[in-house]
Nanobody, 115 residues
Framework: QVQLVESGGGLVQAGGSLKLSCAATGIRINFNDMGWYRQAPGRQRGLVATITVGGTTNFVGSVEGRFTISKDYAANTLYLEMNDLRPEDTAVYYC?????????WGQGTQVTVSS
């Protein structure tokens, strides 16, 4: 059974930083393309950043240059480092495979950026 547990969210001021973690069990992140998704209030969940099995990363344009996605094979954990946060980054952040496994969505972690 796949379980993904996100953590590291919080309340920060605009311009601040956070680092999110996603601890995976039942799946090896180094054998799957992985991604961070987010869902803002009243909006659909969307992909923010991806990292392939080979380590290639991609980002949605609005976070390019501000967010970094990485993974720790030994810890089987996915990370999202977020810098220069903006109010529009406020959302619940989730990790999952790319494309997502509908059975694997976790609770997410709330990120709130105040202006």
């Amino acid at each position: 059974q796949v379980q993904l547990v996100e953590s590291g969210g919080g309340l920060v001021q605009a311009g601040g930083s956070l680092k999110l973690s996603c601890a995976a069990t039942g799946i090896r992140i180094n054998f799957n393309d992985m991604g961070w998704y987010r869902q803002a209030p009243g909006r659909q969940r969307g992909l923010v950043a991806t990292i392939t099995v080979g380590g290639t990363t991609n980002f949605v344009g609005s976070v390019e240059g501000r967010f970094t996605i990485s993974k720790d094979y030994a810890a089987n954990t996915l990370y999202l480092e977020m810098n220069d946060l903006r109010p529009e980054d406020t959302a619940v952040y989730y990790c999952n495979t790319v494309p997502p496994d509908s059975r694997a969505w976790g609770q997410g972690t709330q990120v709130t950026v105040s202006s």
